[in-house]
T-cell receptor, first 116, second 112 residues
Framework: ETGVTQSPTHLIKTRGQQVTLRCSSQ?????VSWYQQALGQGPQFIFQ???????GRGNFPPRFSGLQFPNYSSELNVNALELDDSALYLC???????????????FGEGSRLTVL | QKEVEQDPGPLSVPEGAIVSLNCTYS??????FMWYRQYSRKGPELLMY????GNKEDGRFTAQVDKSSKYISLFIRDSQPSDSATYLC????????????FGAGTRLFVKA
């Protein structure tokens, strides 16, 4: 069984640039959530995708956007990067049915973004 | 006030000790509660999942939920150096389109 995979693992951008992060969900999982984890903090919920639709959003501005594809993989896009966007971006998938409603999350290893 | 409060530590214990990790929360709508373990520069790994109040045991790990006090705990028995990691509590309401909320994490060091 393949787990959640994310790419790239590390990247460096400058302020004002745009970035796209990618995630492949665990086999059989149809719900994908994205989290931002700043250094020394817990993950903060960005948004969740289910059946290719955004299905819940945290307190993040519209320059954070996403997509989910028919194969349940997902992208996180961040426009107009700011220094405070430097963080570990985590993708998590959830199984269908009870798993999606109860918050059991299976995380990838994250994409570490540095904004200079 | 944050929805979930967790002491960031660090917590340092000798090998073999019993470790107690705790979180408090303010949202009475929270129904499911989880503990994740996160090694340095890795993604969080689900350790324990509990729905509503009660205890759950899995090997050396015991999770407790006291909804009346809005307080959850994770106990680690016979702690090992390999348990050294950051432990994150997480919780959320039982609805579709959930939003799981995480604590800040407690850093644990188990000394050999």
């Amino acid at each position: 069984e393949t787990g959640v995979t994310q790419s790239p693992t590390h990247l460096i951008k400058t302020r004002g640039q745009q970035v796209t992060l990618r995630c492949s969900s665990q086999s059989g999982h149809n719900t994908v959530s994205w989290y931002q984890q700043a250094l020394g903090q817990g993950p903060q919920f960005i948004f969740q995708y289910y059946r290719e639709e955004e299905n819940g959003r945290g307190n993040f501005p519209p320059r954070f956007s996403g997509l989910q594809f028919p194969n349940y993989s997902s992208e996180l896009n961040v426009n107009a990067l700011e220094l405070d966007d430097s963080a570990l971006y985590l993708c998590a998938s959830s199984p269908p049915g009870a798993g999606a409603n109860t918050g059991e999350l299976f995380f990838g290893e994250g994409s570490r973004l540095t904004v200079l | 006030q944050k929805e979930v409060e967790q002491d960031p530590g660090p917590l340092s214990v000798p090998e073999g000790a019993i470790v107690s990790l705790n979180c408090t929360y303010s949202n009475s709508a929270f129904q499911y509660f989880m503990w994740y373990r996160q090694y340095s520069r890795k993604g969080p790994e689900l350790l324990m999942y509990t729905y509503s109040s009660g205890n759950k045991e899995d090997g050396r790990f015991t999770a407790q939920v006291d909804k009346s006090s809005k307080y959850i705990s994770l106990f680690i028995r016979d702690s090992q150096p390999s348990d050294s990691a950051t432990y994150l509590c997480a919780m959320g309401p039982h609805t579709g389109g959930f939003k799981t909320i995480f604590g800040a994490g407690t850093r644990l060091f188990v000394k050999a």
